[in-house]
């Protein structure tokens, strides 16, 4: 399926994506509530050049006091009334924007975690942070701009030219004839202003990416001499995205330069129209002065609707994204290929873990065969040379890459559970985040049990870390060592939470010396010992102490082409 960065190149035909109200229950709320308050606009805009008219003329022919007094005073009313009604709709738009925000957020977060492991793992990790970071906050301008203002223009613009007609109808065929103009404007510079938007928009992406690899692997290319070739890659990127971005507001001030000139002609026609009629005396004073204060109000509403798609743009963009990977979720979900959507358990899942020719898809190549049956009270010990598939393997099994052939846990296909309802796992990369070492260990517990923390701490050979220690970002703070510890005792809690039966550690003491790793081998021992199924990757001899049955993987890949089914 195409990735979220392809998704933003499909063409917007809609100006409102009815997604937006299939995701997003708010905005449902959000239309009823503004559609009621353009309403109320529309009426106070038509009573405001009705005051107004009568008012001039009611100078112009010597109205008394006492009732002039009483149009001014209705008039500072309407006056005051419009005011209430812009901030009524600025409220309504930014809760609505904020509740929408946390919506599409959480089910973003939702259908990633519905996706799985496997399918982040082949997306733009940063492009999706900046989705649903700066891009759903761009959507201010689309609840508190836009969508306002395209509500008022379907109530208002009919409506007002309606009552135009009513009261003069050369003006209302006028303005009928002219007012047409402005959208297919509208359309023509949309066309522009979108192409560019979806590439200032994909370069946000490129860039954020680009930023985090290089953050995340400055160490490595400061030692080989890299880090001013990342830099200046960075700069050319970022000089790419402010040149895009610079072309976006000029795109930006042409088209509103373009409808306020179309819009200001437009209401001269039916400016000279009205004037030559009132010389003439074919209209009277009164109706062409009200039509004529209508006129610009018949045409607002549309041109500001064009004006404000800029700046909503960048919002519009990100939603694009996010609806792109909600829609991947409920189209896979519906299929039943999502792990977890055909079966979702309580508690703990017990019981063997047997694996039956299970082949792990890696790229356009699928690994050799595996399998094997580990036991609880035992450790399986999975050997091979590097690039074998023994990490590709524990992969599959918690949802991270694809595979073929069977796995199952309890008698359940382990495509039909949550990784988290039977395993306790432990990578190569310790995965920490920030905080203490505590909340580290005790990850998705929501009442974690200090007590047990410190077990499993002084299992993983990490007594001497203390639980209270902060952690910066990826556990900064801690040794590779130490990082590596911390993160098995968050596998271990788990396990002597009851949360899961099956633990799987990946290479956990490569980063360890002898004597931490014998400690280490004791520990997992006894954890087998305590009833635990015990999957373990290591390519020490030393683990071989400890096992209860070795699966030795071999170096070979098998083309798809070969006749295997992908």
């Given amino acids: ?89 600025e409220a309504l738009s930014a809760r609505a924007s904020a509740r929408v925000q946390l919506q599409l957020r959480e089910a973003l977060v939702a259908a990633v975690g519905r996706l799985g492991p496997g399918w982040l793992a082949g997306r733009n990790t940063a492009r999706l942070a900046v989705t649903a970071g700066r891009g759903l906050e761009a959507l201010d ?34 303005v009928l004839f002219t007012l047409p103009l402005i959208p297919l404007f509208m359309v023509l510079i ?15 992406g490129r860039l954020a990416a680009r930023f985090a690899d290089t953050v995340q692997g400055l160490a490595t290319l400061k030692v080989f001499g890299r880090q001013h070739r990342a830099v ?41 129209s009205i004037g030559f009629r009132l010389i003439d005396g074919s209209l009277t004073l009164s109706v062409g002065l009200f ?47 999502v792990p977890g959507a055909t079966q979702n358990l309580d508690g703990q899942i017990d019981g063997v873990l047997d694996v039956r020719d299970l082949r792990v898809r890696r790229g356009d190549v699928l ?8 036991a609880p009270g035992t450790v399986t010990l999975i050997e091979g040379p590097s690039g074998s598939g023994k990490s590709s393997l ?38 920490l985040i920030a905080g203490t070492v505590a909340t580290n260990v005790a990850l998705g517990d929501e009442a974690p049990d200090n007590a047990i923390v410190m077990r499993a701490l002084d299992l993983a050979g990490a007594g001497a870390i203390e639980p209270a220690r902060d952690l910066g970002v990826q556990g900064a703070g801690l040794s590779g060592g130490q990082a590596q510890r911390v993160a098995v005792a968050r596998a271990l809690y788990r396990r002597l939470r009851g949360r899961a039966s099956v633990v799987a550690l990946d290479e956990p003491s490569a980063a360890l010396d002898a004597d931490t790793e014998a400690t280490l081998w004791r520990a997992v021992r ?13 390519h020490r001899h030393s683990a071989r102490t400890i096992a209860d049955d070795v699966v030795t993987l071999a170096p070979r890949a098998v083309p798809q082409s070969a006749g295997v089914r992908a």
């Fill in 1 to 89: 399926m195409p990735d979220a960065a392809s998704m933003t190149q499909r063409p917007r035909s809609r100006p409102v994506d009815p997604r937006l109200m299939r995701y997003a229950s708010a905005s449902r709320v959000f239309f009823v509530a503004i559609a009621v308050v353009g309403a109320a606009q529309t009426a106070v805009i038509i009573a405001f050049a009705w005051l107004l008219t009568r008012a001039i003329t009611g100078v112009i022919d010597g109205m008394p006091w006492s009732e002039l007094s009483g149009v001014l005073t209705a008039l500072a009313a309407v006056v005051a009334a419009r005011a209430v009604l812009l901030w009524v709709r």
């Fill in 141 to 174: 301008a689309y609840f508190g701009r836009y969508l306002p203002q395209l509500v008022l223009t379907v109530i208002a613009t009919p409506v007002i030219l309606a009552v135009m007609w009513w009261q003069d109808w050369i003006s209302g065929l006028t």
């Fill in 190 to 204: 949309g066309l522009a202003t979108r192409g560019v938007q979806q590439k200032q928009w994909q370069t946000l």
């Fill in 232 to 272: 200046r890659s960075i700069e050319r990127v970022t000089d790419t995205y402010r040149t895009e971005t610079m072309r976006v507001l000029r795109v930006s001030f042409l088209s509103g330069f373009a409808l306020e000139l179309l819009a200001s002609i437009s209401v001269a026609i039916v400016a000279v």
């Fill in 291 to 337: 039509v004529l204060l209508l006129a610009p109000e018949a045409y607002l509403p549309l041109r500001q609707v064009g004006v404000q798609f800029h700046a909503a743009a960048e919002g519009v963009a990100a939603t694009d994204d996010v609806f792109a990977v909600l829609d991947e979720a409920r189209a896979i979900e519906a299929s039943g290929e």
């Fill in 367 to 374: 690994l050799p065969p595996v399998s094997f049956t580990a």
């Fill in 394 to 431: 524990l992969a599959a099994l918690r949802g991270a890459a694809g595979f073929e052939g069977r796995a199952s846990v309890g008698g359940m296909p382990v495509t039909d559970l949550h990784a988290s309802e039977w395993l306790a796992w432990a990578g190569q990369q310790p995965g």
């Fill in 526 to 538: 006894a954890v087998a010992d305590e009833g635990a199924t015990v999957l373990l990757v290591s």
